[in-house]
């Protein structure tokens, strides 16, 4: 169990974050998710252009990780987050 900071996402340095916490995305209050380079995993299909070789895909629940799979087999580095339970 690791927590996700800004220094952690900028270690991994993604060229874009996909938010995919499920069917009807719940955009959690996290600083900067509102930044051009965050899409939601529904609007994936229609931005997919805009993802480059390292992603990271927040949720790893069934959307999360149907996105990051479909990311992996286009040749995209994928790191998913999940959220800590409580």
């Known amino acids: ?12 340095g993604p060229d874009v974050l996909i938010v995919a916490v499920g069917a009807e995305p719940i955009i959690p209050p996290i600083p ?12 994936l299909p229609n931005q997919y252009n805009k993802v480059g070789q390292r992603v990271i895909v927040l949720g ?13 087999l286009g040749n995209r580095e994928v ?4 959220v800590k339970g409580s």
């Open 79 to 82: 790191t998913v987050i999940e």
């Open 32 to 43: 900067g998710i509102d930044g051009k380079n965050v899409i939601t995993a529904n609007a």
């Open 1 to 12: 169990e690791t927590e996700v900071t800004p220094e952690l996402a900028a270690q991994i």
């Open 60 to 72: 790893g629940g069934l959307v999360g990780c149907e996105t990051a799979l479909y990311l992996a």
